[in-house]
């Protein structure tokens, strides 16, 4: 029987309160939101905080919405939410083609975005995803709000530049015109985490590439991306063989390593196979040719 | 701390540890055995009870996450001396085997027959893919749903 080492329990009522909360209980005090590795951690005893801040009620931070120009979602969106939000979907496909294959649905029915997020694991798929739209993220502090590029908020795995303290509200993408996103993922079956998976979203000037992101997870990538990758295919042709070439570049620089899932080169392999899938099924939506 | 949790419309308070799993809640302070403890990982389902009206593994849910919520475990499906469609069409289909998986299963499958009161196959295994039966017996239970899916509760 696995449970969890004793630990004192709040529960937060408002943004305030989990905030003040937090500055109480200090950095042994973790943030509990959908809970769907932190408490199966805290059974492994990998992680036994002193302090759960239970922000579950906290239903103002679950939304997705448009505004000033941004798709909004707010950190404890449930997965099942983003993956049922049409709004979502209709802008960034890939946040469907993610969700899809994020775990299970009844996983999916109460972890949380910004859990996902925060917990960090270098496997996570919404962190690559986030990390091809080039999203932001909107942190809370005792002393105010500041905002952090997806590319800036990983510090390693597991870690993030979340402060104890802080916490994590909600996740902006810039809606700009041209786009379109995929994602493609390999695991070794329904609900694990992935082999190896990559997003892509494309911003087209008539078949030229104005603009890409490409996000990698589970291969050791740099900040979930393939920022060389990218690099190429600024204002290259929006054709098969400047994909096959992004994708051997996102292979060549990422850094996977061997484990019970695949070895490194076959990673490597998938690295670069599913960096030019992703891109094709993000210029097919791009030009509105195919989903 | 005291949490109190109404389950299967009946209201209970009692005194917890905050680390208490909404399982073991349900199963060893109130007795109520129906819904199974499996792998303890959220990997296998057997202990999915709704939480609201949200299908969840309640081995990865605190107790005291579920103060103050409804909760429906598979004891809660019956009404009224009368099985709920999904519980009678495990019966008629021979969806159970073994058992263990069931509960968890049948209460998925109330949660989508409610949200697609028509699913296809293709829906059934999509909505009961995060569960298990080590019977394998997945077909017998697609059919229950789908049993389920054609028939009024009291059907004789």
Redesign the interface.
Known sequence: ?????????E?ATSVEHALGLLARFGPEARV?AG??SL??M??LRLVQPET?I?I?GLTALCYISVTDGELRIGALTRH?QLLDSAVAGQHFAILHDAEKVI?????R??GTVGGSLCQADPSEDLSAAFAALKASMLIQGPGGSRTVPARQFHTGPYETVVAPGELLTEIRIAIRPGVGSAYEKVGRR??DWPVGAAGAAIWLAGETIADAGIGLTAVGARHFAAAEAEEFLRGAPATEASFARAGEIAAEHCRPSSDQRGPADYKRHLASELTTRALRRAARRARGTGA | MQVTVHVNGVTHTREVEPRLLLIHFLRDELRLTGSHWGCDTSNCGACVVWLDETPVKSCTVLAAMADGHRVLTVEGLERGGVLDPIQQGFAECHGLQCGFCTPGMMLTGRWLLDHDPDPSPAAIREALSGQICRCTGYENIVRSVRWAAEHAAGTP
């Open positions: 029987m696995q449970v969890p080492a004793y630990v004192e329990y529960k509990l809970g769907h408490i199966p805290m059974k759960l239970d579950n099942a775990a299970d649905p009844i996983v029915n109460w329904v609900g």
